[in-house]
Each structure stands twice: as C-alpha cells, then as structure tokens.
C-alpha cells in the first residue's frame, strides 16, 4: 500500500466518524509498557534488542454503540539494551533511543456481555509512524528517520466508573513496516506490544 493510499484511508475512517450525527463523541488517554521485540537487520533475528520503554496515546473519536471509530496519536520511546547480544555499555554506546511516532486510525467492536459496567473489545489500525532509529557505533551512524506505514491489533476491557467515564486497560501488537537505514542500504523490522491503562470520557 502507498503512502497516498494509506493517507486517503485514514482521512476516510476519520471523515465518517466525525460526520456521522447519530453517534456519541469522545477522547481518551493512556500511558503503559511497551516491549519492543528484537530487532531483525538483514535476516538477523534480534540484532539489537531493546529494554522497555513509555507508551502513551491520546484519541478522539465516536461511539456507534457496538462500534468504534477514533483517530489516534501515539508515541513509544526505548532504549538499546544490546546489538548482537552484546550490551550498549560493554561497545561505548550511552544513551541511545529508539522513538516512534504514530497517528492511526483504529476500529473497535464493544463486546456486549450484559454485565453491569464491563466491556471486552478487539480492535484493529491502520496508519503511519515517524520512527526516529539511529546507532551510533564504530565512528560510524547508522539512520532510519523515516515515515512508514503501519498497523495494529488488540484486545482489551472498558470498565464503566460512571455514565460517562470509563476506564480502559488494553493490550495491542503493532508493527510499523519497511524501516530502513538509507546510509548503508539495510532493510529492518520490530514488533511492538503494548500494555496500557487509560480513561475514556464521552462528550
């Protein structure tokens, strides 16, 4: 899928929902864990593998009832904990991060279990993430500051604290696609999970 297409499909999640009258508007924030998986470099599974990082989300979108569309923005930051095994510390790379930046759309369908307050969801995004990837080793820099398209798919719980407040605790997979550092020609990929807690609140 093309930049253009991708645009044009999160512009179109985006458009219906917020133009659609019958539905309930809302905002919502979370911050959480996220687990970067390691890092594969040109079919080297975990060449540089990562420690936990901060996750944090806000959106804006609307409530269908049983469906939800919502525009997102998210950001991920994490630290090198080794390249090839060997820790950052032990081959003089000091504070070296790793950030996404990333505005989806996403879908949900609210599970109705007819208990009091509780809603289990499964969701799922599309959009594009500003990965801001650089190493810095052997005199030499490694860059991978690009724009990608994305995805991602989760799971989770909406707990109702009152008519219109809801707490959220969620669990989601994304994947940001075809990373690459420019300098040296190489081709990368990570998976992310995530685990957030946050708060829903309807207007």
Avoid: C
Wanted: net charge negative; glycine share 12%.
């Amino acid at each position: 899928m093309t930049m253009n297409k991708t645009l044009a499909s999160l512009a179109l999640l985006i458009g219906l929902g917020f133009s659609t009258a019958s539905a309930e508007p809302y905002i919502s924030g979370a911050i959480g864990l996220g687990v970067p998986g390691g890092m594969e470099i040109e079919e080297v599974e975990d060449a540089i593998e990562y420690d936990t990082g901060l996750a944090l989300a806000a959106a804006v979108g609307y409530d269908f009832g049983d469906v939800r569309l919502e525009g997102e923005l998210s950001y991920l930051s994490s630290d090198v904990d080794s390249i090839r095994d060997v820790p950052t510390e032990d081959i003089g790379i000091d504070d070296y991060k790793t950030s996404l930046t990333s505005l989806m759309a996403n879908g949900y369908y609210d599970i109705d279990l007819n208990a009091a307050g509780i809603s289990p969801y499964l969701m799922g995004g599309i959009g594009i993430t500003i990965a801001d990837v650089k190493l810095e080793y052997d005199n030499t820099t490694y860059e991978g500051d690009e724009t990608y398209f994305a995805f991602q798919l989760g799971t989770g719980v909406g707990i109702a604290i009152s008519d219109k407040l809801d707490l959220d605790l969620g669990y989601r997979y994304f994947r940001p696609t075809g990373i690459e550092y420019e300098s040296v020609n190489w081709e990368a990929s990570i998976e992310i999970h995530k685990f957030m807690a946050g708060v829903r609140y309807t207007l």
